[in-house]
């Protein structure tokens, strides 16, 4: 996840540069497969299917991010859409908890969430193990913000890394303690 210090994940907030996309290409290398919203998904497949298939010009670093995308499994929590036509597409049609949990029974690499609000309602199911943030030197002033919505409770993490990157944002890796 991309979020500002002050806890903003809107996508136009973060720092998109080469270092930035290089480190999302590293991290989608390591996860098995990537988990959005209805709404990221889209926002998502208007732009990269295009890069991946070079319709639209890109910095090497970037292209590389897109044929990535492009070949690793996408699932897809919607309640009002069922099809996804982008390469590697799914739905999770089983409910919330039940397709989430299977996803990640079967997907040993890990899966990688990306969106805002579907990270609320997994993490109010405890279906988040860990938490890899992007931690970008800005405040936006605006949402929205990483799990707006609240949580029932205080979560308590564990530290498992932190890296700086050259333009300012931290990698951030945490473990969920149980």
Excluded at 13 to 31: C, N, P, Q, S, V
Excluded at 86 to 103: E, K
Aim: charged share 25%; with cysteine.
């Amino acid at each position: 996840m991309n979020v500002t210090l002050d806890g903003c994940v809107d996508h136009q907030e973060g720092i998109a540069d080469d270092e930035t996309h290089a480190f999302f290409t590293r991290l989608m290398d390591e996860g098995g497969a990537m988990l959005w919203g209805r709404i990221t998904y889209e926002m998502m497949e208007s732009y990269w299917p295009a890069v991946a298939r070079g319709d639209v010009e890109a910095p090497p670093v970037i292209r590389e991010w897109a044929v990535k995308l492009e070949a690793k499994p996408k699932y897809v929590v919607s309640s009002t859409r069922r099809d996804f036509a982008w390469t590697n597409s799914h739905h999770i049609a089983d409910g919330l908890l039940t397709g989430v949990q299977r996803l990640k029974d079967a997907t040993p690499a890990g899966v990688l969430l990306g969106s805002g609000k579907l990270a609320t309602e997994l993490d109010r199911l405890n279906l988040i193990d860990e938490y890899k943030l992007l931690v970008h030197p800005r405040i936006a002033g605006h949402g929205p913000t990483l799990f707006q919505g609240g949580l029932p409770n205080t979560r308590r993490l564990e530290l498992v890394s932190a890296k700086p990157l050259r333009n300012g944002a931290v990698a951030m890796h945490y473990r969920r303690e149980r």
